[in-house]
């Protein structure tokens, strides 16, 4: 913990403590279940005050509870609860969507978005705490909303009404649902996935990927509401438009990132600049500010050129603009500055060893007053609390610590950055957890390749329970992912090295046992995964949650026609149409089952199963993988149970194929039972593939 860094005073901060108890103890995978997320703080107008958003699921009710507070800035007081958040909004892959608040100029109120009910309204809450009420009360949900600058005003935006949306689901049950395009081939067509927390009816638009549910098509419709007398009066689209700032930054060439400043013209832009080279993304960042009396100045000053500027923000009342910058070379931890636009200075505010921002997503804002940042900070072994951080000392204080029984657990967790090179001159970076109290030779190594940021639970997508598996004895490292390359085999090889060249470095410190490695994730994760798995000799075992490219993928998604073939091939270069071409033989699992001689372990969302069935079966007849499949579940799997279910099936395992260990629970003996079938399987593939070689 950064040694400025502290706690807020007062009983309640006292009696949170005493709860912990006086040892910690292990840190069980349904404590990262049940992980306490914080979220979209916003500063009021007067600047004494934040209003942010906690989020946490629930297993026992399979749920996820959220909730409003408005803390004091000083600190003197607790966090007060003024609000219900509702059921999480999320996109249709799974992730949840940024909270955000809007104040009233008076400081009096809180409006937000909120699922409760099953309806979405603009919800107004009291910052004392003594009333929240929906506003809006549509019969379609709400989509957007904005508050006028004197406060007195609601504009909010809909769609198609909540009724028109059911009877058309309906309406398709009777008649048959046409196949074309827009359909999601491969789940269920009736109301089969999980949109705004109600089992809906899906459709694609644009891509294969993103669903949207039915009559999402429909154009906004605009509403005011007078927020004194309730009056309502539809409002046209363009008297929502965003102004002459808007214009101003419409003159600026492909911004990435921008930000307002508060009651002026001017706009703090981020722009990529710099050759590709192979890469994704332009490799750099500049930082401008655009306005009408200088037009576009650049920060040209070394804090802030050649360094990964990833948010940018005014600083209200001032000259200074706040950016934050996510260094590679430190695992991506932040470091805030700000840079006085007037005397171009820039200042270091605070440097921290992970996450400060506002909440999970590293591109999230802190809330800022002219004094203050409120910040959600996040560091790989101590869970998400809110701070209050100084913009001149850099001071910092915790505001709220919702997690603080779990932070007492995980410092008896060993979790170190790690950064290395291979043989190429890459260099990576991680966060390496290892078993508590050392140990009397090398252990088993679990392996991640993604993202790693903040408090590192799972990886990206939350698969992998690092600090589970180390308390049982498995070293765990998560590796963040090089800088994604165009060419997919490049991309695919940088991970493949990253592994190889990671436990290379750990066997040589004498830490890891180099024939008992596992390795898994999600998304990109997965695909590393197998590639590592079919072109590596590094793992024992492994563990997906994801489609890889197959020819059963591209059959389902074929409706999608030419666009669909051009992503295809840009993401994977495979050559040509002919699946039995190089690319495509050197790509996918499904012409490559014989260089399969691990367990491989494939825990899938309902919506994606189904392709890769041609890879996935063969596997599975032949005693190589077992596949369980979560039921209305998106690429991101979200239901509490099911995410608990993930965590201790990856625990139970790699334990299993790593450690040797069964665990003695007579309910687990019918997985344990086909697992010990698979390692017969398992050791007869690896006896013929030797004879291969030796002969």
Wanted: glycine share 10%; aromatic share 8%; charged share 25%.
């Amino acid at each position: 913990m950064n040694r400025k860094t502290r706690a807020v005073p007062g009983l309640w901060l006292g009696l949170a403590m005493l709860v912990c108890g006086a040892d910690g103890h292990a840190v069980s995978p349904r404590q990262l279940v049940e992980v306490a997320d914080l979220g979209g703080p916003v500063v009021s107008p007067d600047g004494r005050m934040v209003a942010y958003r906690v989020e946490q699921a629930s297993v026992e009710r399979n749920t996820w509870e959220t909730a409003w507070y408005v803390a004091s800035l000083d600190g003197l007081a607790p966090p007060r609860r003024v609000g219900d958040g509702g059921i999480p909004l999320r996109n249709s892959s799974g992730v949840p969507l940024a909270a955000q608040a809007v104040w009233s100029p008076d400081g009096r109120w809180i409006h937000y978005r909120a699922l409760i009910g099953g309806r979405i309204d603009v919800w107004r809450a009291a910052v004392d705490g003594s009333s929240a009420v929906p506003v809006t009360g549509d019969p379609a949900d709400v989509r957007e909303f904005r508050l006028s600058d004197d406060g007195r005003t609601l504009l909010y935006s809909v769609g198609a009404t909540r009724k028109e949306v059911l009877d058309a689901e309906l309406a398709e049950y009777d008649a048959g649902i046409r196949i074309d395009s827009s359909v999601p081939i491969g789940q269920g067509l009736f109301r089969s996935g999980y949109l705004e927390e109600r089992l809906a009816t899906q459709r694609l638009k644009d891509n294969e990927v993103i669903r949207y549910p039915l009559l999402a098509e429909v154009a906004d419709r605009w509403i005011s509401i007078d927020l004194a007398t309730g009056a309502r009066k539809p409002v046209a689209e363009s008297e929502v438009a965003a102004g002459e700032r808007q214009q101003l930054l419409t003159r600026d060439s492909k911004p990435w990132k921008t930000s307002y400043e508060p009651g002026g013209i001017r706009v703090a832009v981020l722009t990529r600049i710099g050759g590709q080279q192979g890469l994704r993304d332009s490799p750099d960042v500049e930082l401008s500010v655009v306005d009408r009396r200088r037009g576009r100045v650049a920060c040209a000053l070394p804090l802030c050129t050649g360094v990964p500027i990833t948010g940018v923000q005014w600083r209200p009342g001032s000259s200074d603009v706040v950016f934050t910058v996510s260094s590679p070379d430190e695992g991506y931890a932040q470091s805030i500055f700000r840079w006085d636009v007037e005397t171009n200075a820039v200042h270091r505010v605070v440097d921290t060893q992970g996450l400060a921002g506002g909440g999970r997503d590293r591109f999230s804002p802190c809330g800022v007053s002219s004094a203050v940042l409120a910040c959600v900070t996040a560091d790989p072994d101590r869970p998400p609390r809110l701070e209050r951080i100084d913009l001149v000392s850099g001071e910092r204080q915790v505001l709220h610590d919702p997690n603080q029984s779990l932070a007492w657990d995980m410092e008896g967790v060993s979790v170190r950055p790690l950064r290395w090179t291979d043989g190429e001159g890459t260099t990576y970076t991680g966060q390496l957890f290892t078993p508590a109290g050392g140990s009397h030779g090398p252990v088993p190594l679990v392996v991640s390749y993604y993202w790693c940021l903040g408090f590192v639970r799972g990886g990206l997508g939350d698969e992998m329970p690092f600090a589970s598996l180390a308390e049982k004895g498995i070293a765990a490292l998560c590796i963040n992912r090089a800088p994604v390359r165009t060419n997919a085999v490049e991309r695919y090889e940088l991970g493949r090295s990253a592994v190889e060249s990671a436990v290379d470095r750990l066997v040589a410190e004498g830490l890891v046992d180099r024939n008992k490695v596992g390795m898994g994730g999600l998304s990109f994760g997965t695909e590393t995964t197998l590639w590592t798995a079919m072109y590596s000799d590094a793992l024992a075992a492994a563990s997906v949650s994801s489609p890889m490219l197959s020819p059963q993928l591209r059959l389902l998604s074929g409706l999608q026609g030419e666009a669909f073939e051009q992503r295809l091939d840009a993401y994977w270069q495979l050559g040509g149409r002919d699946e039995a071409s190089a690319g495509w033989r050197a790509m996918s699992p499904v012409f490559n089952l014989d260089r399969f001689r691990i367990p491989l372990l494939m825990q899938m969302p309902e919506q994606e199963y189904m392709l890769v069935l041609d890879y996935a079966i063969p596997l599975i007849r032949s005693g190589l993988a077992d596949m369980y499949v979560f039921p209305h579940e998106p690429h991101q799997k979200f239901q509490p149970r099911h995410k608990l279910a993930v965590y201790q099936r990856n625990l139970d395992w790699f334990r299993f194929w790593l450690q040797g260990y069964e665990e003695p629970n007579p309910a687990k003996e019918k997985q344990y039972a086909r697992w010990r079938e698979m390692r017969a399987a398992v050791s007869a593939r690896a006896v013929r593939g030797g004879a291969r070689q030796g002969g």
